[in-house]
């Protein structure tokens, strides 16, 4: 008999102990009610088998001392494996979770795009609402009846309705407007955005076809006059979300193609996906400027406009369209509308976003807004104070002053808006770089501490450039840079560790 046979039949006569499937239920019912009730006895019951299993398993390997086994020991662990499963189904189960943006891009598309504020966040989910019910009367209501008298007053538009994107909005305003028609776009504004989704497919989708006109670069009247057709139904402009065409560049005003399209009795859309309502929103003129604006395009009297609401805006995902109320009936009542209109939760957010630049100081408290417009001294403020914090850690004193892994300064980094709202433009700010120091470990890169950081309990996003992993703290939340030093405080005991190896 091999030595692993003898200990494991030496522990085989404690099998005895181990706990019932309706022992250990009543066991874990007694214990920790709070979780029996939340997790249901149904579920715990199936779990059973799997912590059981384990639960033998490990004796039979000799894992528990043979003092403390008993009934009572093997019920808690038991128990123990089983909150563990549980833990870590729920874990997986619940993947969408909430990670801190320290790379400087406030729009971040990977990231869940515009964070929300909290101003006027009044709406409770878990309850009831008067979403399509008119209070005053008792009767049906209209879910955009909550929206539309914000829209019009925050853009200037006769009427507007919301969707669940703008890429829904082209979508609807194509079927709605177009179908078997015309729609002619400028063949520079001809955009793809990401994950490959085109403008003109999205176009094409709700059943309208495109008339691509002019160059690349240039773009005239004489253009648009020669490729019109008695099928055209619109003339789109397309915000260039993700591009800019520079050097030898022509192309219409506003006036002139608006002026083109009332002489060819066609309706005139813009498509300004950035949802930049006006230049007063942005204090730095740098992002501001030659972006077009809703309230702008609304006044110069193009028929219809359309953004997006999780970018500039700074709301939930959604697309507003507004514009001339006769062209908003007919979208309202189109079929596809009812498809693609947006969720209570949503309208919530939506409100509560308007009400803030109506009623509030949006400067304050609208989270994408207050980082674009933060100054240069402001972020440096921040990350003296989290390199402070870090500065404090046992885990710096040991990894970054006595055994050089690692180095810590305070350097120029560059921001974005981001989203496909500002092509090409950045702001400077100060942030935290974290360079590999002379002694640090081969398997230490820097690709290792983005993950760490990544991976850490406070899901910390950064970025690597050139030879440092940089901190861009303009896009953090002043109650997240304790949590940014957490994950720190987690990479300096790792790499501690690694170069112990």
């Not at 690349?216 to 591009?243: F, M, V």
Request: hydrophobic fraction near 40%; aromatic fraction near 8%; charged fraction near 25%.
């Amino acid at each position: 008999m091999s030595a692993n046979q003898s200990k494991n039949s030496g522990f085989a006569k404690y099998l005895k102990y181990i706990p019932s499937k309706s022992l250990s239920l009543e066991f874990i019912k007694s214990n920790d009610g709070d979780f029996f009730k939340a997790a249901g006895e149904r579920l715990i019951f199936k779990l059973l088998d799997g912590a059981l299993e384990n639960c033998r398993r490990a004796l039979l390997a000799g894992v528990y001392s043979e003092e403390s086994l008993s009934r009572d020991f093997l019920c808690i662990t038991v128990w123990r494996e089983l909150k563990s499963d549980y833990d870590k189904k729920l874990e997986s189960a619940l993947s969408l979770v909430n990670v801190i943006n320290a790379t400087g891009i406030a729009i971040h598309t990977n990231l869940g795009r515009a964070p929300a504020g909290r101003q006027f966040a009044h709406f409770d989910s878990g309850r009831y609402s008067n979403l399509e019910f008119d209070l005053e009367t008792g009767m049906r209501g209209r879910r955009d009846d909550h929206l539309k008298g914000l829209l019009t007053s925050i853009t200037g538009a006769e009427d507007a309705i919301c969707v669940n994107n703008n890429a829904a909005a082209v979508l609807l305003i194509s079927s709605a407007l177009a179908a078997g028609g015309d729609i002619i776009v400028r063949r520079s504004e001809s955009v793809e955005i990401g994950e490959g989704f085109r403008i003109n497919e999205m176009i094409k989708a709700g059943g309208a076809r495109v008339i691509d006109t002019g160059a690349t670069n240039s773009c005239n009247l004489s253009d648009y006059q020669k490729d019109i057709t008695p099928e055209c139904r619109i003339a789109a402009r397309i915000h260039t979300s993700n591009y800019r065409v520079r050097g030898y560049v022509k192309s219409l005003d506003d006036k002139e193609f608006l002026d083109f399209c009332r002489e060819y009795g066609i309706i005139s859309y813009y498509d300004l996906g950035s949802g930049l309502l006006n230049h007063e929103i942005l204090t730095c003129k740098e992002l501001a400027a030659g972006e077009a604006e809703v309230n702008g395009l609304i006044s110069a009297g193009f028929d219809l406009v359309s953004f997006s609401c999780d970018k500039l805006l700074g709301s939930s995902q959604a697309g507003i369209i507004c514009g001339k109320k006769e062209l908003i009936n007919v979208l309202r009542k189109h079929q596809l509308y009812r498809a693609l209109r947006v969720s209570k939760d949503t309208i919530a957010a939506l409100q509560a976003a308007f009400a803030v630049y109506l009623y509030s100081d949006y400067a304050k408290n609208i989270p994408v807004v207050k980082m674009l417009d933060e100054s240069y001294e402001t972020i440096g403020a921040r990350c003296l104070l989290l390199f402070s914090i870090i500065q404090k850690l046992d885990s710096y004193k040991t990894a970054a002053v006595e055994n050089k892994i690692v180095k810590f300064e305070i350097a120029a980094a560059h921001a974005a808006a981001g989203g496909g709202t500002t092509p090409e433009k950045k702001i400077s700010n100060p942030a935290i770089h974290i360079k590999l120091g002379e002694d640090a470990p081969k398997n230490a890169t820097l690709e290792y501490v983005a993950r760490e950081m990544r991976m850490s309990k406070q899901r910390v996003v950064g970025y690597i450039d050139s030879d440092s992993y940089i901190l861009n703290l303009r896009t953090v939340f002043d109650d997240e840079i304790e949590m940014i030093a957490k994950a720190v405080d987690s990479l300096l005991q790792s790499m501690i560790k690694i170069q112990s190896y």
